[in-house]
Each structure stands twice: as C-alpha cells, then as structure tokens.
C-alpha cells in the first residue's frame, strides 16, 4: 500500500544529533519527490527540506547547513533527514510527504504519521 512510515524522533540535547527516517511501508513501493515539513506546538506546518527523485536537494534557510536531507538510491524506498547542532526551536513533529508508487500506480502527496522531535537540556 501506499504509506509512509517515520522513525528516528527522540529527545536529544541542543547540539545533538538526530536521523529520521521516512520509509515506505513495503518493500516494493518507490519513493519519488519527498518533502520533510515540521510542525511546532502553536505553529503552521513549515517545509524544512526537500529532495526530488533525481537527487536534487532544498532546504529552509534555519536548517541550511545544519540539517541533509538525502535517499536510499538501491531501494527507492527510504529517505532521511540528518540533523545536526540541533536547536531548541527545532523541536517539532516532523511530517515526511512523499509521491510513492506501488503495483504500477503513484500516489501523490502521502503523508507519513509524523515522528516527534524535542530538543531540551
């Protein structure tokens, strides 16, 4: 089926690291063009990175340099998101949205459940 399912979210430390994953839930669904948008207590959704099928990568300008976004190119089937130096106001659920194809059909836009991410001392 056509469904996307994070993992990775956690408490961590400010200057911490963490990797989230966002990974199609059976192996045989690819994953094309997938955004990663993050959403804070009391805050619209924001897009934080983006990555198309062909590698081509996008960032918001608070987690440039910070933050990679990157794919599983053997599987077609997991994209990432590491993140570094890891900052308070980067705690948020974090939503993964991706097109994904199974059995020779695309679904576009299909939201993952969300991981939640909290950064604190």
């Known amino acids: 089926q056509a469904q996307l399912v994070e993992s990775g979210g956690g408490l961590v430390q400010p200057g911490g690291s963490l990797r989230l994953s966002c990974a199609a839930s059976?192996?045989?669904?690819?994953?094309?063009?997938v955004n990663w948008y993050r959403q804070a207590p009391g805050k619209e959704r924001e897009l934080v990175a983006g990555?198309?099928?062909?590698?081509?990568?996008?960032y918001a300008e608070s987690v440039k340099g910070r933050f990679t976004i990157s794919r599983d190119n053997a599987l077609q089937n997991t994209v990432y998101l590491q993140m570094n130096s890891l900052k308070a106001e980067d705690t948020a659920v974090y939503y993964c949205?991706?097109?994904?194809?199974?059995?020779?059909?695309?679904?576009?836009?299909?939201w993952g459940q969300g991981t939640l991410v909290t950064v604190s001392s």
């Open positions: 990555i198309n099928s062909g590698g081509s990568t996008n």
């Open positions: 059976t192996s045989i669904a690819r994953i094309g063009a």
């Open positions: 949205n991706a097109d994904v194809t199974f059995l020779s059909a695309t679904y576009r836009g299909v």
